[in-house]
């Protein structure tokens, strides 16, 4: 199940970038965005959650799974800093 979530969630942000107007990283990010509400309503469907479970969901569960499940907090780049910046794991 994880893998097929990633997937669709790469997926669903790579045809949005790529749909985009033009290249600028705030029209890209828009785009990417818009991929995102796409995506909320499919965790809604898909989970059954309320509002503030999806809310914490993407804000804090999405990151720190990534961070997790790739091991990412054991790499030191730039990326991986990136993601891991000011996260605690409980």
């Given at each position: 199940m994880v893998e097929?979530?990633?997937v669709r969630v790469r997926t669903c942000?790579?045809?949005?970038?790529?749909e985009a107007r033009d290249s600028s990283p705030e029209v890209v990010l828009?785009?990417?965005?818009?991929?995102y509400a796409r995506l909320v309503e499919y965790v809604r469907g898909a989970s059954g959650g309320g509002e503030e479970q999806i809310r914490e969901f993407f804000a804090?569960?999405?990151?720190c799974h990534l961070i997790?499940?790739?091991g990412a907090d054991a790499v030191d780049?730039?990326?991986t800093r990136t993601l891991a910046a000011g996260m605690r794991h409980r």
């Open positions: 097929h979530f990633f942000l790579e045809r949005a970038a790529a828009g785009a990417m965005g818009d991929a804090r569960g999405m990151p997790v499940s790739t780049a730039p990326g």
